[in-house]
């Protein structure tokens, strides 16, 4: 069984930093992509940022420069350093994984990932 395992979370203040975890299990994804989406209340789910089986790093417009995505394969393990906290990234933050081995850019499209966790909540206080 598939398991994708969110850690991290919490209540933070404006400024603060935050490295959220992504654990799989039941199978390995050295050669998918990895992303990571968040989504506030009343609105639709976000792609934040995604990184390819080669470690490529892609971000959502607003989070550049604040977020960066890495992985370690030997520990099947995704993870999302966050800097700069702001009110605005208080989200509930999910992780995702792509069905296979992509030779193109990741999907910044919550369908182009059917591997999903169950999500863990930040929550930024100004």
């Known amino acids: 069984q598939v398991q994708l395992v969110e850690s991290g979370g919490g209540l933070v203040q404006a400024g603060d930093s935050l490295r959220l975890s992504c654990a799989a299990s039941g199978r390995t994804f050295t050669s998918n992509d990895m992303g990571w989406f968040r989504q506030a209340p009343g609105k639709e789910r976000e792609f934040v940022a995604a990184?390819?089986?080669?470690?490529?790093?892609y971000y959502g417009d607003s989070v550049k420069g604040r977020f960066t995505i890495s992985r370690d394969n030997a520990k099947n393990t995704v993870y999302l350093q966050i800097n700069s906290l702001k009110p605005e990234d208080t989200a509930v933050y999910y992780c995702a994984a792509s069905a296979n081995y992509n030779k193109g850019s990741p999907s910044v499209y919550p369908r182009g990932y059917p591997y999903w966790g169950q999500g863990t909540q930040v929550t930024v206080s100004s």
């Open positions: 990184i390819t089986w080669i470690s490529t790093p």
